[in-house]
Each structure stands twice: as structure tokens, then as C-alpha cells.
């Protein structure tokens, strides 16, 4: 994000937000945490790509 020119503060609470997020839906779902999981989403197609 530093380097599309975004304030170092706007990139620290975007990755807070992103691990807070992660956090909650292992928490939510109640599956162990898979270091190894790939997922299988196809984001080719994201509209949030730059």
C-alpha cells in the first residue's frame, strides 16, 4: 500500500484489519488453524484489483 503512495498508518490498519478478520473466522468457525491451507476461491475475477 506504501508503494501506491497510501500513508504508512492507512497500511498498518489495513493489515490489522485483514489478521483481525482471519482471526475471527477461525475463531467463529471453531476449525484448527491449517498453515498448509490453499484456497480454492477464484479471484481472477476480483474487482478490487488495481
Do not use: E
Amino acid at each position: 500500500m506504501m508503494d501506491k503512495g497510501k500513508p504508512r498508518k492507512a497500511a498498518l490498519i489495513s493489515v490489522s484489519n485483514k489478521l483481525s478478520k482471519r482471526t475471527f473466522a477461525i475463531a467463529k468457525s471453531g476449525l484448527k488453524y491449517d498453515s498448509n491451507y490453499v484456497s480454492t476461491l477464484d479471484r481472477s475475477n476480483n474487482s478490487l484489483k488495481n
